[in-house]
């Protein structure tokens, strides 16, 4: 062993050899579940194993350059293996496997993971870590070290042709059709290309490539063109009314706006094989019957809600990035980007969000002031009394936080909320007293299983959509509720398998109180903003005027990608050479949380009253935050704290991680007349009064949609 070891630099090339084709063998063994499923794909895939094979060895060229070859190549072997052992367990909880981008996600990942793991596994994961990392420096001070200089006027010029040919061998391999540069359905891309070269292409794939015809004319024409076809676009102007900057908008086609985002919905009748006790979405349906719908092409499947989202927001194609990119984690870290609330913002709207997740999922508590958001409204500014099995929490407390909305402000209002009761992953054992719908049709009990604990969901989720509907009805204002599918479930579903024929196509419907005219469509996720404001005669915005008007075009999609390149990555020509939105000053939460009397009670706790509070509140006394018991929405509790008279008191929302989203106006002793400058009882009585008269229906059985 030891002579093997004193030779190691001889031998070492045979070794990185056999080392990356056992170490690709094993990332496919893993991916896949199955050392069968492996072997197979290296019989019938030979040449994307031998590619995928290159690729590690090429990474094993890095000890060309240095004197620690071994731990060099130690390292890397891990690196490796460490990948293909995540994306194993990632693969095993959802569809969509590991990428290089998720590494950006890693703070939303650790929000999550108790939900995917047992606490005894999440140890054994942060052991296996520990352990990893030991080993690495380990073997940094004991594995030896060449005593030979290294050749660096041989070696550099190897390992540089090496990249090179690496390079041309890839171009290759693309315009034969071995391998492709983008991922129509990543999940079948890692299974078609492997691991490697997938992973690999996710972290030096990113971003809009610079188009060939990208100049200062092409954009300044294409932006002619827009301005011609807007300003020839009429509005209705009867009845208008003048908006926040003074400009006018037809009252009856500028009604507020909501876009109610269901998480893993689509109708579960369109499972060829499936049988079900009852119509799981029997008000979904109707609605489908009576208000526009169609089916909407969403850019991923099984997860990526962030994606949907970001094209519905945007207007902007998913496509035209790296393949498995999350622009939440890229390019909006860096800029704003035009969207659909800075259009209507234009028009006097003011703009929200609300989620009935985590703050801080995908960063959305930085990402949503890019895109224009004057308010995000999160779980912790929301009192959820009941969550799923799976511990989400239900959509139907989301009613509350879009009225809520609705109310904040005088004017139109643009809701955008995003639902998460839909959520995997599913489980395969029953959940006692949890299916009011009885599913059959699969010989797979397991499957099964899961597809009736998601389709009783789902049914929760159309009820809820009913009592939102019916919750908005008694509102006085014109309104229109765009409802829709960010993706397919978790459930390995396959085009063969829908009556629709592809897994890509979830389905909206366009519910308005004001006589709408019904206009079916099938659209793209990034169509469906334009589309419903064509419907309402709002030609207003750069990509939103593009859509309209170009959207049958043959230079749609190239145009389109020009457009998201300039004002994403290029010199924003489009809009004169200079950005022209800033990043909003966005309020966490709708109502504010305010503190309106402390004092100790007769038990010796400390007692803070107020309004908004939730079990997300936290007392902070001075500069230090206590440990908090949360009582109802109007009082928490801090135990064993005396009050002093010179104390300051704030009330902080944070998440489960301890994330501070956002702290209250302080509050003093003796000051109430100022402390409470915005906590006006009467108003509040007043308010709650209209709340109610909207949501007692809500306190009836539910009613179907008629």
């Given at each position: 062993m030891k002579e093997i070891m004193k030779k190691y630099l001889y031998n070492y090339y045979f070794l990185c050899i056999a080392s990356a084709f056992v170490i690709n063998f094993l990332i496919e063994i893993f991916s896949r579940h199955s050392i069968v499923a492996a072997f197979n794909y290296l019989i019938h895939s030979p040449v994307v194993f031998t590619y995928n094979v290159l690729l590690i060895l090429l990474t094993f060229s890095l000890i060309l350059l240095v004197r620690r070859k071994f731990f060099v190549f130690t390292t890397i072997s891990l690196i490796w293996l460490a990948g293909g052992i995540t994306n194993g367990i990632v693969l095993n909880n959802r569809v969509t496997p590991f990428t290089a981008n998720e590494l950006k996600l890693i703070s939303s990942t650790f929000d999550i993971l108790e939900k995917y793991f047992s606490k005894f596994q999440i140890g054994l994961i942060g052991v296996g870590i520990a352990l990893a990392i030991i080993g690495v420096i380990i073997a940094f001070f004991k594995a030896p070290r060449s005593k030979n200089k290294i050749n660096y006027k041989k070696n550099?010029?190897?390992?540089?042709?090496?990249?090179?040919?690496?390079?041309?061998?890839?171009?290759?391999?693309?315009?034969?059709?071995?391998?492709?540069?983008?991922?129509?359905?990543?999940?079948?891309?890692?299974?078609?290309?492997?691991?490697?070269?997938c992973f690999t292409n996710t972290l030096l794939n990113t971003g809009i490539k610079r188009p060939v015809n990208y100049t200062q004319a092409t954009i300044e024409k294409l932006a002619e063109t827009l301005m011609n076809s807007e300003d020839s676009s009429k509005l209705d102007n009867s009845n208008l009314v003048a908006s926040n900057d003074n400009s006018m908008v037809p009252q009856k086609q500028a009604p507020n706006i909501i876009m109610l985002q269901l998480?893993?919905?689509?109708d579960p009748t369109h499972m060829i094989d499936l049988e079900f006790s009852e119509d799981p979405v029997p008000n979904f349906?109707?609605?489908?019957?009576?208000?526009?719908?169609?089916?909407?092409?969403?850019p991923s499947v099984g997860a990526g809600t962030a994606n949907t989202e970001f094209e519905v927001i945007s207007g902007m194609n998913l496509e035209f990035f790296g393949a498995g990119e999350y622009p939440y984690k890229t390019i909006l870290r860096k800029t704003t980007a035009e969207s659909i609330n800075y259009d209507l913002k234009d028009l006097g709207y003011s703009t929200h969000a609300i989620h009935n997740n985590k703050g801080t999922f995908y960063t959305r508590q930085k990402v949503f002031k890019m895109l224009g958001f004057d308010t995000f409204t999160s779980i912790e500014y929301m009192n959820i009394e009941e969550t799923t099995p799976l511990g989400w929490a239900?959509?139907?407390?989301?009613?509350?936080?879009?009225?809520?909305?609705?109310?904040?402000?005088?004017?139109?209002?643009?809701?955008?909320?995003?639902?998460?009761q839909g959520h995997g992953d599913y489980p395969t054992t029953p959940v006692e007293n949890h299916?009011?719908?009885?599913?059959?049709?699969?010989d797979d009990t397991e499957r099964l299983t899961s597809f009736e604990y998601f389709t009783n969901e789902i049914y929760e989720m159309d009820q809820f959509i009913a009592e939102l509907i019916q919750a908005l009805s008694l509102i006085n204002e014109d309104i229109i509720l765009v409802?829709?599918?960010?993706?397919?479930?978790?459930?390995?579903?396959?085009?063969?398998?829908?009556?629709?024929?592809?897994?890509?196509?979830?389905e909206y419907v366009i519910w308005n109180n004001f006589g709408l005219e019904k206009q079916d469509a099938d659209i793209e996720a990034y169509q469906l903003g334009a589309h419903i404001l064509n419907q309402l005669g709002i030609h207003h915005g750069t990509l939103i005027n593009y859509h309209q008007q170009y959207k049958d075009t043959p230079d749609y999609l190239n145009n389109l990608k020009l457009l998201q390149y300039d004002m994403l990555y290029g010199e924003r020509y489009i809009y004169g050479g200079v950005n022209p939105y800033e990043p909003t000053k966005m309020q966490m939460g709708v109502n504010e949380v305010l503190i309106s009397e402390v004092y100790n009670d007769e038990d010796g706790n400390f007692i803070v009253k107020g309004q908004n509070f939730t079990e997300y509140?936290?007392?902070?006394?001075?500069?230090?935050?206590?440990?908090?018991?949360?009582?109802?929405?109007?009082?928490?509790?801090?135990?064993?704290?005396?009050?002093?008279?010179?104390?300051r008191f704030a009330i902080q929302q944070v998440t489960v991680t301890n994330h501070v989203l956002s702290t209250s106006a302080k509050y003093k002793v003796g000051q109430e007349e100022e402390n409470n400058q915005f906590y006006d009882q009467g108003f509040e009585e007043g308010y709650m009064a209209g709340y109610q008269a909207a949501l007692e229906a809500l306190g009836q059985p539910v009613q179907e949609v008629e």
């Open positions: 550099i010029p190897l390992f540089a042709a090496g990249i090179i040919s690496f390079v041309l061998l890839t171009q290759g391999a693309l315009k034969a059709n071995i391998i492709s540069d983008y991922f129509g359905n990543i999940a079948f891309a890692y299974l078609d290309y492997g691991f490697p070269y998480e893993s919905f689509f349906r109707k609605l489908k019957e009576q208000f526009s719908s169609g089916y909407l092409k969403v239900k959509d139907k407390y989301l009613t509350k936080s879009i009225v809520d909305a609705l109310k904040s402000t005088e004017g139109q209002d643009y809701i955008y909320t995003i639902s998460v299916s009011k719908i009885t599913v059959s049709g699969l409802m829709y599918g960010d993706h397919l479930p978790t459930l390995g579903i396959e085009d063969a398998e829908l009556s629709n024929g592809d897994i890509f196509e979830t509140s936290r007392v902070k006394i001075n500069d230090t935050a206590h440990e908090t018991t949360y009582i109802d929405p109007n009082t928490l509790m801090v135990s064993d704290y005396t009050l002093n008279e010179d104390d």
